[in-house]
């Protein structure tokens, strides 16, 4: 049996206090909204019950924040892609950033077992002075359990329309690709953590942004494997390779902090699921 399970999510501003409303339609669902950092930030939680994809599931995520809202979104754990018949398994998500709203889209990592044959697609949209901080993690295989990624394909999608579009296919029989130094180098976990902005950033600020991450690099295990750069005058960006999913998520979770920091003045909350 396959699913195919859509999320509505839509942020407001009610009352000085951003709420969330959804509407869902299959196996996804939002937790209780909580607010760690008063009534200015929406943490919310997505869980799909099911635990995984496999070929044939769609999973279809919507997200609007509206004028002055800020919210976020995270996950109790990994998206499973798992082994498929042939079919493919999809997430899709899209999120749309009114004028001055903010977005967090903090999901835990896509985990690509063998033999999957997945895709994972973001798309964003902002507003002039909307600004959008996220990530996106990708692990190969299992190798802690001795479960390497050795059949199947993974495609990923980052995308804002007539901005930037990374695009790239993973395939378990690209040995070139996965173990050559001009590649993953051996390496089985990829991570990109992204600020996007509706308005284009002052050179002070990108400067600033590209700076903070590279100061959180450099005194990171991670070092010598990530980097950080702007491709243009809206968005900034940090890459990473991993053999392991953990230090992978933690150079992500330190360098959203700095950033959140430097582009809003907050501090470096963690939602609290994280924790558990």
Known sequence: ???????????????????????????????????????????????????????????????????????????????????????????????????????????????????????????????????????????????????????????QHLEVPGLWLERGLIDAADTRLLDSPLGLAGHRCLASVFFVAGSPLGREARQGALDAAREVIDAHPLAATAGATSPNGRVVIVRALAPLVEPAMDLMQRVRGAWRAHFWQLPPTRPRIWAM
Request: with cysteine; charged share 15%; net charge negative.
């Open 1 to 155: 049996m396959t699913w195919h399970a859509r999320l509505q999510l839509d942020y407001t501003v009610e009352a000085e206090r951003c709420v969330l409303r959804h509407q869902h339609t299959g196996p996804l669902r939002i937790l209780q909204s909580l607010y760690p950092e008063g009534d200015a930030v929406c943490h919310n939680v997505l869980v799909h019950p099911p635990g995984g994809l496999v070929g044939g599931d769609t999973l279809d995520i919507t997200a609007t924040v509206g004028p002055g809202a800020h919210g976020l979104l995270t996950t109790p754990g990994a998206t499973r892609f798992y082994r498929s018949a042939g079919e493919r398994a999809l997430q899709r998500t899209e999120l749309t950033l009114a004028e001055g709203a903010r977005l967090e889209w903090l999901p835990l990592e896509a985990l690509c077992y063998d033999a999957c044959q997945a895709e994972n697609r973001l798309t964003m949209h902002l507003a002039p002075g909307a600004g959008l901080l996220g990530w996106d993690v990708t692990a190969l295989g299992l190798p802690g359990a001795s479960l390497p990624f050795a059949r199947g394909q993974f495609q």
